[in-house]
């Protein structure tokens, strides 16, 4: 198994920045099979969306309406995955969750943190 515990969510005034954190564990032989690292959100009334993806030769991706003003990043050694947000914007309040997938096929969920935006 894999486990994923996300951290650093909060309430922040819009233009401000919050640094989310998901911590990464499991056994080793699961960990070493982990292939693409993932940011999604989920706001009210909306639907879950992916924001960021990082995959083993360190391709990102972002979801439009973040570019520029997000920044995924991976600390392997630590086993740590990053959201960096900066700008933030009153549409950024959702719950954030992060995601991995594998080489064997399965993918592995956190829990989410709440970011909440305001004006």
């Known amino acids: 198994q894999v486990q994923l515990v996300e951290s650093g969510g909060g309430l922040v005034q819009a233009g401000g920045s919050l640094r989310l954190s998901c911590a990464i564990s499991?056994?080793?032989?699961?960990?070493?099979?982990?292939?693409?690292r993932v940011w999604y959100r989920q706001a009210p009334g909306k639907e879950r969306e992916l924001v960021a993806r990082i995959n083993r030769g360190n391709g990102i991706d972002y979801v439009d309406s973040v570019k520029g003003r997000f920044t995924i990043s991976r600390d392997i050694a630590n086993k740590m995955l990053y959201l960096q947000m900066n700008s933030v914007k009153p549409e950024d309040t959702a719950v954030y969750y992060c995601?991995?997938?594998?080489?064997?096929?399965?993918?592995?969920w956190g829990q989410g943190t709440q970011v909440t935006v305001s004006s």
């Open positions: 995601f991995v997938t594998t080489t064997y096929g399965r993918g592995f």
């Open positions: 499991g056994s080793t032989l699961s960990l070493n099979y982990i292939t693409e």
